[in-house]
C-alpha cells in the first residue's frame, strides 16, 4: 500500500525564517498566557523573490508552510496549495520538487498567503503569544543537493493585497475579489515591486521565545510533514446552460452572493437565450452575452451535470467594474421555498478589471449549479458582457490502484460506483461530511470514508490520516465532533459516540494494516474516550444519563435515560480495545476493558423484548420504553451483546419492511424541519408511529453497521437487495449518495456503506489477520449470479470472480475460503479455480463469532 512518502532531509533544521508583512501582534503576558490574544482579522499578503540560476538542477526541494493557508507560484505558474488542516500546535509543511518551475537566468517564487483571522470549517487560529502568530506568516525554503539555494528573510518583498476582503459566512470562507486591484504581473519575473515592503522577519517574544525566528517555533512546534497524497482532477465544465435573462436590477437584501443570485429569480426577467423555457428547449451552452446597465442584471443557472468539487474558473470579457456575483448550489433552487438544505449559502463575488479576464478561485466550493448574476452598478449606459467560459477544476484525494466491482446487474454496479465518488467528493486534506455546505472533518462520519478506502482505494494514507487528525481530545478525554476547525477550537460540547466510531476507525487500521507501532500512539487516546463514559454507568453496568448531543444518526431514536443504543456502540469499542491491548501486549489495559464488557453484558438483557425478538432502544424512570430501531438492534450484535442464538430472529425482525419506518427528530420534505429542530432542542421527541410494532430505521450513516450486524448474524444474503435503497438517491444525474432518507445534502460521505458492503459482505474480501496475512474470502453473492471485484490489500491487489458455481480467487496472501455453509478451505497465495455449490434460494453463511 501506498505509504509516506519519501523526502530528503526530513529532519534537517530549517535555515528558511518566519516572514510577514509587518510585526506580529503583540499581546500582554496575561493574554499571551490565557490565550485571550486575537490577531489580525481576514488579510491576504503576497510574497516574492527573485533569484538567478546559472542552469537548473535536476532536483529542486521546495519546502514551506503559512498560516493560514499559501497558493505558491514560480515564474507565474502555480506549483501547489497548502498546507493541510491541522491543529495549530500540530502544523504540517508542503514539499516541491520545483526544479520543472525554474529556467536558468532569472525566475520568481511567489506565494499568496491567507489569513483568515477567524475559525473556518477547516482552520482555527492559535492565539497571538507574541511575535510570530496572529497575521499572515510563512517560512520557505529551497536545496538543492547540498547547496541552499532560497531561503525566507528580510531580503523578500511583500504587499497587503487590497484585492481581497469576505463576506460573513459560517465555515466555509466567501471570496471577494476586486480584480482592478491585483498588481499586473506580480508573480512574473521583472515585476518592478521597488513600492512594495521588505519582509519584516519575525521573532518569538514569549517567555522563553529567546527571539527564535526559524522553525521550530511556538505555536506551531516541529513541523511535520504532509501525510496525504496531493488532490487534483479533472476539469469540469457545464453540460448546460439551463436559464439566462436579463432583469430589473434589485435593491440587494443581503451582502451575501449566495443570496444574491437567489433574491429575484422569480421575477421574469427578458431571456437572452432559454435553455430550458418549460416546452422542451434545447440547453444553451456558452459563451453567452448581454448588454446591461446599472438598471438591468444579466442572470443565468449553469448546470455542470453532477455534483464536483474544485476551485471555480470563469472567463469573462466585460467592462472594468462589472460584478459576478456567484451563488454554489448542490441542488436547484426551489423559487419561494426557504428553510432547506438546498437554501444554504455558498459562493463568491469578482469585480472585472475591464476586458477579458479570468477568474480563479482561491476557495474550494462543491456545486453542481452555478447561479451566475452580473450587474454594473452605477453604469450609465448599456455595455457588453460576455460569459465566456465556465469550469471547476477539481481538487479531491485521487482514486488508485486497480480495485474494482462489477456484476450482471447494472443496478448494483452503479450503486458501488457511486459510493466511490461520494467519497472522493469528500475526501480532500481529510475527509469532510460535504463538500457544499460545510467541508467540516467530522470526528464518527469519516469513519465510513475509511472504510470505503480502505475496500476501494490502494492509496490508504487519508484512511490513516483519519485517525490521526481526529486524535486531538477535550481536556476530559472524549473527542471533538468535528477537528481542526471552528468547532474544535473552543472544547464546546461534542457528540461522544462519535468518538466511539473513531475508535472502531483505530480498529479497522489494526486489521486492514497491521501496524503495530504506528497504531500503539493511539491506544491512550482509545482508553481516555472508553473512560470518560464510566461516570455515566449506572448500578446495573449500562450507560444512564448521557450529556451533550449523542446523535447516533439522524433517525428518530432514543438515547435519554437507560440506552442500549450508546451502551451497545461502548460495549463493541471495549471488545475492539481488549483486543488492541492484546496485540500489544498491554494485559492490564485489555482486562480492564474486559471487566468493564461484562458489566454491560450483565444487564443488557434488560432491554430485551421477548414478544418481538428485539432489544428496545431504553428505559425511563426505570420502566423500558417500547420503542425499538434498527441502531439499537444492529449495535448488540455488532457488539456481541445479543446471544448468537437470537441473531438470525433479531435480523429478520429489523429488516421486516412491513414493520421499518423511516423517521428524524428533525428532518423531512428535502430539508431539515426548524420546527423539529427547536423542539429537538427543547428534549421534545413526538412519536409519529406505533412504537409497540414498528422499528426505526437506520439512516444511510448508521447502516454500515446495521450491514455489519446481518453479515455477522449470517445474513449477508441480505445486503444485496438493502443496497438496492440506495438508488433513490441516483436520479436527475445526480451520480453521489445523500445524506438522509428524504432530505439533506445530495452528497454525503458517511452515506457511502454500500461500496465497502459489495466488497466486504458480498465478494466477501476481508482481512483474517492483522494486516493481511492472511486474507478471508466469505462471498455471499445472494440474487446476483455474475460478480467479480479486486480489493487492495497491502501485499497486492486480492481479486475474486465468480460466476455461478464457478469461483476463481487470485491472492497474493495465504486464503481462508468460507463456502456458503460455514465449510473452510486452507488456500495458500496464488490463483485457485473452485466449484461452490449455490443454494437454489438465497442462502447465508453460519454466524461469526468474531467481528466483521
Not at 517560512?139 to 476582503?165: F, K, Q
Not at 477579458?356 to 455595455?383: I, Q, W
Request: hydrophobic fraction near 40%.
Amino acid at each position: 500500500m501506498t505509504g509516506t512518502p519519501p523526502a530528503i532531509r526530513r529532519e534537517e533544521p530549517w535555515q528558511g525564517h518566519w516572514i510577514g508583512a509587518g510585526p506580529a501582534p503583540v499581546p500582554d503576558l496575561d493574554d499571551a498566557v490565557t490565550g485571550n490574544a486575537w490577531g489580525r482579522g481576514f488579510s491576504r499578503v503576497m510574497f516574492r523573490k527573485e533569484i538567478r540560476l546559472e542552469s537548473v538542477p535536476k532536483r529542486v526541494l521546495l519546502r514551506l508552510t503559512a498560516d493560514s493557508r499559501f497558493v505558491l507560484m514560480i515564474n507565474g505558474e502555480e506549483v501547489g496549495r497548502g498546507p493541510v488542516r491541522a491543529q495549530p500546535r500540530r502544523w504540517r509543511y508542503e514539499e516541491f520538487d520545483v526544479a520543472r518551475f525554474l529556467r536558468a537566468g532569472k525566475n520568481t517564487v511567489a506565494v499568496l498567503v491567507t489569513y483568515y483571522g477567524t475559525s473556518t470549517s477547516w482552520w482555527h487560529p492559535a492565539p497571538p503569544e507574541g511575535g510570530i502568530n496572529g497575521d499572515a506568516c510563512l517560512v520557505l525554503e529551497a536545496r538543492a543537493d547540498d547547496s541552499l539555494l532560497l531561503t525566507t528573510d528580510d531580503t523578500w518583498r511583500v504587499h497587503r493585497s487590497t484585492a481581497w476582503s469576505t463576506v460573513a459566512a459560517s465555515g466555509v470562507p466567501c471570496e471577494v475579489l476586486d480584480a482592478r486591484e491585483l498588481p499586473t504581473g506580480w508573480a512574473l519575473p521583472g515585476f518592478d515591486d521597488n513600492s512594495w515592503s521588505e519582509a519584516t522577519v519575525l521573532t518569538a517574544r514569549h517567555w522563553g521565545g529567546l527571539g527564535r525566528s526559524r522553525p521550530p517555533v511556538s505555536p506551531y512546534g516541529k513541523l511535520l510533514p504532509r501525510p496525504v497524497a496531493p488532490l487534483g482532477g479533472d476539469t469540469v465544465r457545464p453540460v448546460a446552460v439551463l436559464e439566462a435573462r436579463t432583469r430589473p436590477a434589485p435593491v440587494w437584501a443581503s451582502s451575501h452572493p449566495g443570496d444574491r443570485v437567489v433574491q429575484h429569480l422569480a421575477v421574469p426577467g427578458d431571456p437572452v437565450r432559454d435553455g430550458q423555457d418549460g416546452k422542451g428547449g434545447t440547453a444553451t451552452l456558452l459563451p453567452l452575452s448581454a448588454a446591461i446597465g446599472g438598471d438591468r442584471t444579466f442572470d443565468m443557472v449553469i448546470d455542470f451535470g453532477a455534483l464536483t468539487a474544485g476551485f471555480v474558473q470563469l472567463t469573462v470579457d466585460a467592462p472594468a467594474g462589472t460584478v459576478l456575483e456567484l451563488g454554489y448550489r448542490e441542488k436547484a433552487k426551489r423559487v419561494g421555498v426557504t428553510g432547506t438544505t438546498s437554501d444554504y449559502a455558498a459562493g463568491a463575488r469578482y469585480t472585472c478589471p475591464g476586458g477579458r479576464a479570468v477568474y480563479s478561485a482561491l476557495e474550494l466550493a462543491g456545486l453542481r449549479y452555478l447561479y451566475l448574476t452580473a450587474h454594473r452598478p452605477g453604469a450609465d449606459t448599456a455595455a457588453g458582457v460576455t460569459i465566456v467560459d465556465a469550469a471547476v477544476r477539481e481538487h479531491v484525494y485521487p482514486q488508485t490502484g486497480g480495485a474494482y466491482f462489477n456484476s450482471d446487474d447494472e443496478e448494483i454496479d452503479r450503486i458501488y460506483r457511486a459510493g466511490v465518488r461520494t467519497v472522493q467528493l469528500n475526501s480532500f486534506d481529510a475527509y469532510t461530511d460535504c463538500p457544499t455546505r460545510e467541508q467540516r472533518a467530522w470526528t464518527g462520519d469519516g469513519v465510513v470514508h475509511q472504510m470505503v478506502h480502505l475496500a476501494t482505494n490502494e492509496d490508504w494514507r487519508l484512511a490513516e490520516h483519519y485517525v490521526e487528525l481526529a486524535d486531538s481530545p477535550r481536556s476530559d478525554g472524549i473527542l471533538p465532533l468535528s477537528v481542526a476547525g471552528d468547532f474544535e477550537q473552543y472544547e464546546g460540547f461534542t457528540i461522544p459516540d462519535w468518538s466511539l466510531h473513531w475508535v472502531h476507525g483505530v480498529h479497522n487500521l489494526y486489521r486492514w494494516t497491521g501496524r503495530r507501532d504506528h497504531l500503539a500512539r493511539y491506544l491512550p487516546t482509545v482508553e481516555r474516550v472508553l473512560r470518560w463514559y464510566e461516570p455515566y454507568l449506572d448500578r446495573h453496568g449500562t450507560l444512564s444519563d448521557l450529556p451533550e448531543w449523542n446523535l447516533v444518526d439522524w433517525s428518530s431514536v432514543f438515547t435519554t435515560g437507560r440506552t442500549s443504543i450508546v451502551s451497545a456502540l461502548w460495549a463493541r469499542g471495549l471488545t475492539e480495545y481488549a483486543e488492541l491491548c492484546d496485540w500489544v501486549g498491554n494485559a492490564g489495559s485489555a482486562a480492564w476493558a474486559r471487566e468493564r464488557y461484562a458489566g454491560v453484558t450483565s444487564s443488557f438483557e434488560d432491554f430485551w423484548d421477548p414478544s418481538r425478538s428485539l432489544y428496545v432502544d431504553h428505559f425511563l424512570d426505570g420502566e423500558r420504553m417500547p420503542a425499538a430501531s434498527q441502531a439499537a438492534n444492529a449495535a448488540a450484535i455488532v457488539s456481541g451483546l445479543a446471544p448468537s442464538h437470537r441473531w438470525g430472529a433479531i435480523a429478520a425482525a429489523m429488516t421486516d419492511r412491513a414493520a421499518v419506518v423511516t423517521r428524524s427528530w428533525i428532518g423531512g420534505d428535502g430539508g431539515y424541519d426548524t420546527v423539529k429542530e427547536e423542539e429537538q432542542r427543547q428534549g421534545i421527541q413526538r412519536i409519529d408511529w406505533n412504537p409497540e410494532r414498528e422499528i426505526v430505521r437506520a439512516q444511510p450513516f448508521f447502516s454500515y453497521v446495521v450491514h455489519d450486524a446481518l453479515a455477522r448474524a449470517g445474513r449477508a444474503d441480505r445486503i444485496v437487495d438493502l443496497v438496492r435503497d440506495w438508488s433513490v438517491f441516483l436520479r436527475d444525474g445526480y451520480d453521489t449518495f445523500g445524506e438522509c432518507w428524504g432530505w439533506g445534502t445530495p452528497v454525503h460521505g458517511w452515506s457511502s456503506t454500500p461500496a465497502r458492503d459489495l466488497v466486504v459482505h458480498v465478494l466477501g474480501i476481508s482481512p483474517d489477520l492483522p494486516g493481511f496475512a492472511r486474507v478471508r474470502i466469505a462471498p455471499v453473492p445472494g440474487r446476483l449470479h455474475r460478480v467479480a471485484g479486486a480489493a487492495p490489500t497491502p501485499f497486492g491487489l486480492v481479486e475474486v470472480r465468480i460466476d455461478g458455481e464457478q469461483v476463481i480467487l487470485s491472492s497474493p496472501v495465504p486464503i481462508r475460503f468460507v463456502e456458503p455453509d460455514g465449510r473452510i478451505r486452507e488456500l495458500p497465495p496464488g490463483s485457485h479455480r473452485l466449484t461452490v455449490p449455490r443454494p437454489a434460494t438465497p442462502h447465508h453463511h453460519s454466524p461469526r463469532t468474531s467481528h466483521a
